[in-house]
């Protein structure tokens, strides 16, 4: 414990050493940029940005890089509760009730929330990570195909709790969605499904095409042919500050949010986009008030939040504790070491104790330059709001095709960008839930490999599922969730959902 | 009686039956070893399902007329600039396309003035080029003029 | 009279432009396509190569990602651009594996492979097998035999199938006469998390990404695919050495014009990179990633990557298309 200490003091002279601390700044402005503009996400900002790194030495370089990342998840709130447009995958569930507060005059507040939240999370999670990696990331890389496809088999289920509506229409929206992740080359077999010729579609649709489409621009579809336009809102500084009673709402949310991202972002793989959906489903069962939902529910936009960036930091556990790439971006950062001949291992905090405890330090340095960084910007990004809709929009759309574009260099992903955003437009005049289908998107490719990876670890036994501890454990915990779900139907009393639905049926 | 519910049922039943059309040119495997048609061949039949529940329920009644699609003239606008955008990106360069694109939103659907329109259309697109290719460095098409 | 005028100046100017650019090889930034996301092989390759090459041809050369299937968008990218130089390649192995793995699904191919002029190969690593710390299987002979008594019984992870881990495999099942049960991933990352967690019993990887965790003493390395020992493990021995010679299996990375570019144009080319591998920069910079440099040139280049490519085709057939066998 004492040695922890000793060594984050070491830490905290690194990062707050004045070049050290320029690049950290430096990325999180970065970051927060890569995070408002559509399209473009962490992942594409750090791989944007990789190559500017290469002349400096390794720590300042995973600083700047880390920096990158987290301040484009507390960047992505920002469209997401200004203009439903998602910055990034995991912000598609902060545009739900971030946008619905923004629309009842709450955008301050919703911008407020956010931004703290995201630094609680961020700042317990980092603490997470200096005292649990090394265990943490064991238990972590006990999760094989079989857990894989339990945890999200499991997350499916989550989705009965993100609809506002009709139960048929979001189930069948997930279907569309996991559909939709089919697309693309069977890593299994090697065939290509669904791909026309078109060899861009090699790797699926893509969710940030899809999200920004579905999201962004059927949203502008929808608003910019009404005859009555949105009220421009005036707030006074007052007005930019969450009340006593959103902050007590928040509360809660923000630490749940906070342990449930961490924990699913330490699973290896892109589990951790995951963590927002989950949350939100956890929230809304957790409220006391689930009608709120969808319409600016203060714990919809804090759970999700928090849980982002907690699943940020919770990524970074198997990279440095095992020198795991545990999903996209941790593998750039891995690559970006081997880069400046660090070498990514389980002896990393060891041999290098500049650069882990660093890192660690400058997480913390970095959450509060965000922080300070994102409040008094609240007041900036509001008045943005103000700007007349008819040359605010195209604006956007500018920035959308652009950042979509950004991602993959390709123009394919603009076309899928502009095929969703028809979907979506469709969809949301027949009163379909646009959520479940990037949920679904998401989850199609990993939930089909995991299950024939598994088949192909067990040759051919569904036993497998049974056999292992964690996996069987998930799939109980789903079996019990649903058939006490389905008790109502034995019971005849109803549940808290069907009542919701009467009570907005009788209005 | 065509309510919103039928004409979105009506959508998934027939991406349902066109997905398993699609799928017969995959091999389907066996439930030891599914194949790659296997998983969607399910999800289409999943869909097929609820698109027909869809259809056959007694939701509430709206009439996919009602669904309020008298925007939908400035949605299509706004939809063609975008594909206008896709296919000339990479043939004209990027400022140019936007500056295009920019013209005909401002002007045409929205009717703003000239001088707003190209002030706001010029500062756009080489504001944005500025940020994406300069700061990002983002690899932005330049066009034959090579601009 | 006016517009006659206006058009012979433009027609004049547009010939001298398309003179002038003919004079001197590069008159223009260069681009190197890295079909691959950055941060892996193929970018972390083309980087340092670039950098090289822009100080040896002093004019400007930049890395452009065009990332998808695989490497398959990328490249095919490049066999559809213009053949005068300025758009090249860097690619990998799976140059011959994508077309083949076309053939074999009865596909239009993506790109062909004469599509490419070969420029030079950059580096050649060969690849390894490493199973866990914990495994029985202290040698590779222990290894082989015991995969002959159980067939089909030890997995092992890859990065997808026909990829590059996969065929090295394959070709190493071939040779020795055994099976293992595949288990495809999403990628090399996730093919080396896979059997760090004990989910899968082999790996065969590159030699940079897996050094860390055999030092560390989570991996035991037992054999290379090389034609030499890897020079950071030097008491593992090759396969060769063991008596299976058509275990050869290198991940290589080679520069490559579109077909079609002018021979002058090629040779500077040829010329630059010679100068580049040469260059005392490139050499610190691949050091640093561990990957050793493996120069070739030319008509060795040539044949290298032809052999590479018919081994790399007779094992795909081979394998066949897996739904077949069941």
């Given at each position: 414990?004492?040695?922890?200490?000793?060594?984050?003091?070491?830490?905290?002279?690194?990062?707050?050493?004045?070049?050290?601390?320029?690049?950290?700044?430096?990325?999180?402005?970065?970051?927060?940029?890569?995070?408002?503009?559509?399209?473009?996400?962490?992942?594409?900002?750090?791989?944007?940005?990789?190559?500017?790194?290469?002349?400096?030495?390794?720590?300042?370089?995973?600083?700047?890089?880390?920096?990158?990342?987290?301040?484009?998840?507390?960047?992505?709130?920002?469209?997401?509760?200004?203009?439903?447009?998602?910055?990034?995958?995991?912000?598609?569930?902060?545009?739900?009730?971030?946008?619905?507060?923004?629309?009842?005059?709450?955008?301050?507040?919703?911008?407020?929330?956010?931004?703290?939240?995201?630094?609680?999370?961020?700042?317990?999670?980092?603490?997470?990570?200096?005292?649990?990696?090394?265990?943490?990331?064991?238990?972590?890389?006990?999760?094989?195909?079989?857990?894989?496809?339990?945890?999200?088999?499991?997350?499916?289920?989550?989705?009965?709790?993100?609809?506002?509506?009709?139960?048929?229409?979001?189930?069948?929206?997930?279907?569309?969605?996991?559909?939709?992740?089919?697309?693309?080359?069977?890593?299994?077999?090697?065939?290509?499904?669904?791909?026309?010729?078109?060899?861009?579609?090699?790797?699926?649709?893509?969710?940030?095409?899809?999200?920004?489409?579905?999201?962004?621009?059927?949203?502008?579809?929808?608003?910019?042919?009404?005859?009555?336009?949105?009220?421009?809102?005036?707030?006074?500084?007052?007005?930019?500050?969450?009340?006593?009673?959103?902050?007590?709402?928040?509360?809660?949310?923000?630490?749940?949010?906070?342990?449930?991202?961490?924990?699913?972002?330490?699973?290896?793989?892109?589990?951790?986009?995951?963590?927002?959906?989950?949350?939100?489903?956890?929230?809304?069962?957790?409220?006391?008030?689930?009608?709120?939902?969808?319409?600016?529910?203060?714990?919809?936009?804090?759970?999700?939040?928090?849980?982002?960036?907690?699943?940020?930091?919770?990524?970074?556990?198997?990279?440095?504790?095992?020198?795991?790439?545990?999903?996209?971006?941790?593998?750039?950062?891995?690559?970006?070491?081997?880069?400046?001949?660090?070498?990514?291992?389980?002896?990393?905090?060891?041999?290098?104790?500049?650069?882990?405890?660093?890192?660690?330090?400058?997480?913390?340095?970095?959450?509060?330059?965000?922080?300070?960084?994102?409040?008094?910007?609240?007041?900036?990004?509001?008045?943005?709001?103000?700007?007349?809709?008819?040359?605010?929009?195209?604006?956007?759309?500018?920035?959308?095709?652009?950042?979509?574009?950004?991602?993959?260099?390709?123009?394919?992903?603009?076309?899928?960008?502009?095929?969703?955003?028809?979907?979506?437009?469709?969809?949301?005049?027949?009163?379909?839930?646009?959520?479940?289908?990037?949920?679904?998107?998401?989850?199609?490719?990993?939930?089909?490999?995991?299950?024939?990876?598994?088949?192909?670890?067990?040759?051919?036994?569904?036993?497998?599922?049974?056999?292992?501890?964690?996996?069987?454990?998930?799939?109980?915990?789903?079996?019990?969730?649903?058939?006490?779900?389905?008790?109502?139907?034995?019971?005849?009393?109803?549940?808290?959902?069907?009542?919701?639905?009467?009570?907005?049926?009788?209005? | 009686?065509?309510?919103?519910?039928?004409?979105?049922?009506?959508?998934?039943?027939?991406?349902?039956?066109?997905?398993?059309?699609?799928?017969?040119?995959?091999?389907?495997?066996?439930?030891?070893?599914?194949?790659?048609?296997?998983?969607?061949?399910?999800?289409?039949?999943?869909?097929?399902?609820?698109?027909?529940?869809?259809?056959?329920?007694?939701?509430?009644?709206?009439?996919?007329?009602?669904?309020?699609?008298?925007?939908?003239?400035?949605?299509?606008?706004?939809?063609?600039?975008?594909?206008?955008?896709?296919?000339?990106?990479?043939?004209?360069?990027?400022?140019?396309?936007?500056?295009?694109?920019?013209?005909?939103?401002?002007?045409?659907?929205?009717?703003?003035?000239?001088?707003?329109?190209?002030?706001?259309?010029?500062?756009?697109?080489?504001?944005?080029?500025?940020?994406?290719?300069?700061?990002?460095?983002?690899?932005?098409?330049?066009?034959?003029?090579?601009? | 009279?006016?517009?006659?005028?206006?058009?012979?100046?433009?027609?004049?100017?547009?010939?001298?432009?398309?003179?002038?650019?003919?004079?001197?090889?590069?008159?223009?930034?260069?681009?190197?396509?890295?079909?691959?996301?950055?941060?892996?092989?193929?970018?972390?390759?083309?980087?340092?190569?670039?950098?090289?090459?822009?100080?040896?041809?002093?004019?400007?050369?930049?890395?452009?990602?065009?990332?998808?299937?695989?490497?398959?968008?990328?490249?095919?990218?490049?066999?559809?651009?213009?053949?005068?130089?300025?758009?090249?390649?860097?690619?990998?192995?799976?140059?011959?594996?994508?077309?083949?793995?076309?053939?074999?699904?009865?596909?239009?191919?993506?790109?062909?492979?004469?599509?490419?002029?070969?420029?030079?190969?950059?580096?050649?690593?060969?690849?390894i097998l490493v199973v866990r710390?914990?495994s029985?299987w202290?040698?590779a002979?222990?290894f082989?035999?015991d995969a002959?008594?159980?067939?089909?019984?030890i997995t092992y992870s890859s990065?997808?199938?026909?990829?590059?881990l996969?065929?090295a495999m394959?070709?190493l099942?071939?040779?020795?006469?055994?099976?293992m049960r595949h288990v495809?991933?999403?990628?090399?990352?996730?093919a080396?998390?896979a059997i760090?967690?004990?989910?899968v019993d082999a790996l065969a990887s590159?030699?940079?990404?897996?050094?860390?965790?055999?030092?560390?003493?989570?991996l035991r390395p037992l054999?290379?695919?090389?034609?030499?020992?890897?020079?950071?493990?030097?008491?593992?021995?090759?396969?060769?050495?063991?008596?299976?010679?058509?275990?050869?299996?290198?991940?290589?990375?080679?520069?490559?014009?579109?077909?079609?570019?002018?021979?002058?144009?090629?040779?500077?080319?040829?010329?630059?990179?010679?100068?580049?591998?040469?260059?005392?920069?490139?050499?610190?910079?691949?050091?640093?990633?561990?990957?050793?440099?493996?120069?070739?040139?030319?008509?060795?280049?040539?044949?290298?990557?032809?052999?590479?490519?018919?081994?790399?085709?007779?094992?795909?057939?081979?394998?066949?298309?897996?739904?077949?066998?069941?």
């Amino acid at each position: 414990m004492l040695e922890t200490f000793q060594n984050l003091y070491f830490g905290f002279a690194v990062a707050l050493a004045p070049g050290v601390l320029l690049y950290a700044f430096l990325g999180c402005v970065v970051g927060t940029l890569v995070g408002v503009l559509p399209g473009v996400g962490p992942l594409a900002g750090i791989s944007l940005l990789l190559p500017a790194t290469f002349g400096l030495d390794a720590t300042r370089a995973i600083v700047m890089l880390a920096g990158i990342y987290y301040g484009a998840m507390y960047g992505g709130s920002t469209t997401s509760i200004l203009m439903r447009i998602p910055g990034e995958a995991a912000s598609v569930m902060t545009c739900i009730d971030g946008y619905a507060m923004a629309r009842k005059g709450r955008a301050g507040p919703a911008l407020s929330i956010a931004a703290v939240g995201s630094y609680v999370a961020g700042t317990v999670s980092v603490v997470a990570l200096m005292f649990l990696a090394p265990p943490l990331a064991h238990f972590a890389l006990r999760f094989g195909p079989p857990e894989y496809f339990a945890l999200l088999v499991l997350g499916l289920l989550v989705l009965a709790y993100m609809s506002t509506g009709s139960m048929i229409k979001a189930l069948a929206m997930a279907v569309l969605g996991l559909l939709l992740g089919m697309v693309g080359i069977d890593q299994m077999s090697g065939y290509f499904r669904y791909h026309y010729g078109v060899v861009e579609l090699g790797d699926g649709l893509g969710v940030v095409p899809a999200a920004v489409g579905l999201f962004g621009l059927s949203e502008i579809m929808l608003t910019a042919g009404q005859a009555v336009r949105p009220d421009v809102i005036r707030p006074r500084l007052r007005e930019l500050l969450p009340s006593r009673q959103e902050w007590r709402e928040s509360a809660g949310p923000i630490g749940r949010g906070t342990t449930l991202g961490f924990l699913i972002g330490i699973i290896p793989g892109s589990a951790h986009i995951i963590s927002s959906f989950v949350s939100y489903a956890v929230e809304r069962r957790w409220s006391r008030r689930p009608e709120e939902f969808g319409k600016g529910a203060v714990a919809g936009l804090a759970g999700p939040e928090s849980a982002n960036n907690s699943a940020t930091s919770g990524a970074f556990v198997p990279m440095l504790a095992l020198g795991v790439p545990s999903g996209p971006i941790p593998a750039v950062m891995l690559a970006a070491m081997m880069v400046h001949g660090v070498s990514p291992g389980p002896l990393l905090i060891r041999q290098q104790p500049e650069l882990f405890w660093g890192f660690i330090a400058s997480m913390y340095v970095g959450n509060v330059v965000l922080l300070v960084l994102n409040l008094p910007l609240v007041g900036l990004f509001v008045n943005l709001l103000r700007i007349p809709y008819h040359f605010l929009y195209p604006a956007i759309l500018v920035f959308s095709i652009v950042g979509v574009y950004a991602v993959n260099n390709s123009v394919v992903d603009v076309w899928i960008m502009l095929g969703m955003a028809l979907v979506g437009y469709g969809l949301r005049k027949l009163d379909f839930e646009t959520a479940p289908i990037v949920l679904g998107l998401v989850l199609a490719p990993i939930i089909e490999m995991s299950l024939r990876q598994s088949l192909a670890m067990s040759d051919g036994q569904y036993a497998i599922f049974l056999t292992r501890p964690i996996a069987a454990t998930l799939l109980a915990v789903g079996a019990a969730l649903m058939l006490l779900s389905l008790r109502p139907l034995l019971t005849r009393s109803l549940d808290w959902r069907a009542r919701l639905t009467l009570a907005e049926k009788g209005e | 009686m065509l309510t919103a519910d039928r004409l979105a049922g009506g959508v998934l039943v027939a991406l349902a039956l066109g997905v398993l059309v699609e799928s017969r040119a995959l091999p389907i495997g066996s439930l030891r070893n599914p194949g790659p048609a296997f998983v969607p061949a399910v999800l289409a039949l999943l869909l097929l399902g609820f698109g027909i529940l869809l259809i056959a329920r007694r939701g509430p009644v709206v009439r996919a007329a009602d669904a309020g699609w008298s925007d939908w003239r400035h949605a299509v606008a706004i939809l063609a600039a975008c594909a206008f955008a896709a296919l000339a990106l990479e043939r004209l360069g990027y400022r140019l396309t936007i500056l295009i694109v920019m013209v005909f939103l401002l002007a045409l659907v929205e009717r703003r003035g000239v001088l707003a329109t190209s002030l706001f259309a010029v500062a756009l697109a080489f504001g944005s080029y500025y940020l994406f290719g300069t700061i990002l460095r983002v690899p932005l098409p330049l066009g034959p003029l090579g601009f | 009279m006016g517009r006659i005028v206006v058009l012979t100046i433009l027609v004049l100017a547009a010939t001298t432009a398309g003179v002038a650019a003919q004079d001197a090889f590069p008159s223009r930034p260069i681009t190197i396509v890295a079909p691959f996301p950055p941060g892996g092989v193929a970018d972390l390759t083309a980087r340092p190569v670039a950098a090289a090459m822009e100080k040896v041809l002093k004019s400007p050369v930049g890395v452009l990602n065009k990332t998808g299937a695989a490497g398959a968008v990328g490249m095919q990218y490049v066999a559809t651009s213009k053949p005068d130089g300025y758009t090249l390649l860097l690619a990998l192995s799976s140059i011959s594996i994508i077309p083949e793995a076309d053939k074999l699904f009865g596909r239009p191919p993506a790109f062909t492979v004469d599509q490419f002029e070969p420029i030079a190969l950059i580096s050649a690593d060969p690849t390894i097998l490493v199973v866990r710390a914990e495994s029985p299987w202290k040698t590779a002979k222990e290894f082989i035999d015991d995969a002959r008594k159980r067939p089909g019984q030890i997995t092992y992870s890859s990065s997808g199938i026909y990829g590059t881990l996969h065929m090295a495999m394959e070709l190493l099942s071939h040779a020795a006469g055994i099976k293992m049960r595949h288990v495809p991933t999403a990628g090399a990352g996730p093919a080396l998390t896979a059997i760090l967690g004990g989910h899968v019993d082999a790996l065969a990887s590159g030699p940079a990404v897996v050094i860390p965790h055999i030092k560390a003493g989570k991996l035991r390395p037992l054999a290379g695919w090389g034609d030499k020992r890897v020079a950071a493990l030097p008491d593992v021995p090759t396969f060769k050495e063991l008596g299976y010679p058509d275990a050869e299996f290198y991940i290589w990375a080679g520069l490559f014009a579109p077909r079609g570019t002018p021979e002058p144009v090629v040779a500077r080319l040829r010329e630059a990179t010679r100068a580049v591998a040469n260059d005392a920069d490139f050499k610190a910079a691949m050091d640093k990633m561990q990957t050793p440099i493996a120069f070739k040139q030319g008509a060795e280049f040539k044949s290298f990557f032809e052999v590479d490519a018919r081994r790399l085709a007779e094992g795909i057939r081979r394998v066949g298309r897996i739904e077949e066998k069941k």
